[in-house]
T-cell receptor, first 111, second 114 residues
Framework: GESVGLHLPTLSVQEGDNSIINCAYSNSASDYFIWYKQESGKGPQFIID?????DKRQGQRVTVLLNKTVKHLSLQIAATQPGDSAVYFCAGDNAGNMLTFGGGTRLMVKP | ETGVTQSPTHLIKTRGQQVTLRCSSQSGHNTVSWYQQALGQGPQFIFQ???????GRGNFPPRFSGLQFPNYSSELNVNALELDDSALYLC?????????????FGPGTRLTVT
């Protein structure tokens, strides 16, 4: 089955700096990848998605990069703010909304 | 505000008991998925319902069962509770169309089995 995992369990950045969160996946059959943000006591919140036929997608302050050759996904957050502090998950979907999540990376933003 | 609500927010049960968790999907969404999230881990897919029919299931035993109602709200039932069932149970709804894969998660129900 598919496995989606993350390289770093905790990432600490200075406010205003850019953050990069990485994720590796094993099942190349996934046709859709999503990044979620989860704050304490809340459910995951959609950040940005990318289809497997794309390499890059930009949103507001966030960019997702997909490298299918090495099965790697990354989330870039520009000008990181204290409100960005949370746990970030990548997830893959290859069966229609049945998501496989990675283990999560905790982002800590230092003022 | 996602519009997905879950009840109860917290629940404590004893091993061997049964539990029912409830989810109201976002307006217009006909697909509901349930996930189990153990502490410090990512959510694990349990099953999905589309228009009142189970539409896929993860690696969970049959004592995890569900229902979806005509208004697309949903229930997750767990029988013969085990200590390892202690987790945050998340419900997510989606439009169920190929044009939008976005799933909207509720706040979850924190289940503790003692």
């Amino acid at each position: 089955g598919e496995s989606v995992g993350l390289h770093l369990p905790t990432l600490s950045v200075q406010e205003g700096d850019n953050s990069i969160i990485n994720c590796a996946y094993s099942n190349s059959a996934s046709d859709y990848f999503i990044w979620y943000k989860q704050e304490s006591g809340k459910g995951p919140q959609f950040i940005i998605d990318i289809r497997s036929n794309m390499d890059k997608r930009q949103g507001q302050r966030v960019t997702v990069l997909l490298n299918k050759t090495v099965k790697h996904l990354s989330l870039q957050i520009a000008a990181t703010q204290p409100g960005d502090s949370a746990v970030y998950f990548c997830a893959g979907d290859n069966a229609g909304n049945m998501l496989t999540f990675g283990g999560g990376t905790r982002l800590m933003v230092k003022p | 505000e996602t519009g997905v609500t879950q009840s109860p927010t917290h629940l404590i049960k004893t091993r061997g008991q049964q539990v029912t968790l409830r989810c109201s999907s976002q307006s217009g969404h006909n697909t509901v998925s349930w996930y189990q999230q153990a502490l410090g881990q990512g959510p694990q897919f349990i099953f999905q319902y589309y228009r009142e029919e189970e539409n896929g299931r993860g690696n969970f035993p049959p004592r995890f069962s569900g229902l979806q109602f005509p208004n697309y709200s949903s229930e997750l039932n767990v029988n013969a509770l085990e200590l390892d069932d202690s987790a945050l149970y998340l419900c997510a709804s989606s439009p169920g169309t190929s044009e939008s894969y976005e799933q909207y998660f509720g706040p979850g129900t924190r289940l503790t089995v003692t």
